[in-house]
């Protein structure tokens, strides 16, 4: 496997010797599978798009912000060595573009026109006992409860950027592995999903995604980067991340509480999103699978050694786990 090569051939952590340009490839080597995985949903969104026919505006300001990052990343690595700020830099890029691949990928699956399963999801709700309506009334109901699941489905997005760098900062780039890979996996199984089960959620009228979701079905083709919206209502991306954030900042870890309580009502907040429940159930399920699947695909392969390679000039703390 590409991870286990990658690892067994490299330290994970540079030493003082590995500096400049020898410094800058064993980083590159170290995280190839994850930029590979990032790479092939790009190559799938160009050979996909190149029948599909989508555009997309606003790539100066990527492009912009990927090479402050990119640069920054560089800059902590040769010239001045400092691996904290070199892997908020790095893994900020890498959340960046497989953030946008993913998007473009979700927009090419909508762009199939499946036809929509919202009475079949619907009706499976009804047989668990899930009466949608009947919560939202009652969330409605209770205005602070109400602002609460609206925080937390509001902090998905600043969840993503501060584990990101409160990882980095501590010197946990295996947490920062773990987080962006299990969302990768569950990114591409939630995505399959929704290209094969369609649905534009409970009364999805007023929502900011339901015109770019008709609109893809009924063959628009230009879209603004700068107002991509999340449209895949089954299952529940909101959820899928909920759990693995939950599961990254497992104990031992200060943050795990407040994580736990931030997204355990995130998971309640199925209103918000406009899911159906069992989105939210499947989301969960794949979750949890994608987390089992990077665990024994990664197993021991994210352990560094401190004792054996002292950290880069600037870092001196050891690495938790």
């Known amino acids: 496997m590409p991870l ?18 020898p410094a800058l490839a064993a980083q590159a080597n170290r995280f190839s599978w994850l930029w590979t995985s990032i790479l092939i949903i790009v190559l799938v969104d160009s050979l996909w798009n190149f029948h599909a026919q989508l555009q997309f505006t ?12 990119v640069a ?20 900020t890029a890498l959340w960046v573009i497989f953030s946008l691949a993913g998007v473009i990928l979700t927009y090419l699956a909508a762009s199939l026109s499946m036809p929509l399963r919202d ?9 668990l006992g899930f ?10 109901a209770h205005p602070v409860f109400h602002i609460a699941l609206w925080i937390a489905y509001a902090s998905l997005l600043p969840q993503v950027i501060g584990s990101t760098l409160y990882f980095a900062m501590t010197d946990r780039p295996q947490r920062n592995t773990e987080l962006l890979a299990t969302a990768i996996l569950s990114a591409l199984v939630t995505t399959a999903l929704f290209a094969c089960v369609p649905a534009l959620g409970p009364y999805p009228t007023h929502t900011d995604y339901y015109p770019v979701l ?3 079905r009924e063959g628009i083709k230009r879209f603004s980067l700068d107002n991509v919206q999340g449209i895949i209502t089954m299952p529940s991306y909101h959820a899928a991340l909920a759990v693995i954030l939950i599961y ?5 870890n200060r943050l795990f509480f407040p994580v736990l309580i931030l997204n355990g009502l995130m998971v309640l907040s199925i209103p918000e999103g406009h899911h159906y429940f ?24 994210f352990t560094f050694e401190h004792n054996q390679a002292p950290a880069l000039c600037g870092t001196g703390s050891h690495s938790k786990r």
Not at 279 to 298: M, P, Q
């Open 58 to 69: 606003g790539w100066s300001s990527v492009f912009e912000g990927l090479t402050f990052l």
């Open 278 to 301: 069992v989105d939210i159930l499947a989301g969960i399920a794949i979750a949890v699978a994608s987390i089992y699947v990077i665990a024994r695909f990664s197993s021991g392969q």
């Open 72 to 91: 920054g990343f560089v800059f902590y690595t040769v010239k001045r060595p400092n691996r904290r700020l070199a892997d908020a830099c790095h893994f």
């Open 214 to 216: 008709i609109g893809l």
């Open 131 to 140: 009466d949608w309506l009947s919560y939202h009334t009652f969330v409605f």
């Open 4 to 21: 286990a090569g990658t690892v067994a051939s490299v330290p994970l952590v540079p030493t003082r010797r590995d500096k400049g340009l």
């Open 119 to 127: 009475l079949q999801l619907s009706r499976m709700d009804a047989r």
């Open 248 to 252: 990254v900042h497992r104990p031992a």
